[in-house]
């Protein structure tokens, strides 16, 4: 059974969203990680990078494929899960909680 947490937002492209007082949580939804399978490298934006809705800001790969990452508003990269770099799995294992992807400030 997949998970679909009702506090948060989401995007047609399987990317979720959490408003924290203006800073916004990005991550991949628990139906977009199933389907990817395991996840074993993130590329992701720098810190202070700006991201476009609808454009993507980085990538996921798995061992089945990879897959774009799309920006879900417009915004300033202010954080970036470091985590994921040597854990990428945790993506796999907890996508609403340790496998947040990036914070950005909204423009």
Known sequence: MLSVPE???????HEWLN??????????TDFAQSQLGDIIFLE???IGD????G???????????V??????????VIEVNEDLEDSPEKINQ???????IIKIKLN
């Open 67 to 76: 897959s774009e990452l799309y920006a879900p508003v417009d915004g300033t």
């Open 50 to 53: 700006k991201i476009i809705s």
């Open 94 to 100: 907890d996508c609403y909680g340790e496998g947040w």
């Open 44 to 46: 992701l934006p720098d």
């Open 7 to 13: 506090e948060l937002s989401y995007t047609k492209d």
């Open 19 to 28: 408003d924290k007082e203006g800073n916004i949580i990005i991550g991949i």
């Open 55 to 65: 454009e993507p800001f980085g990538e996921v790969e798995a061992v089945k494929t």
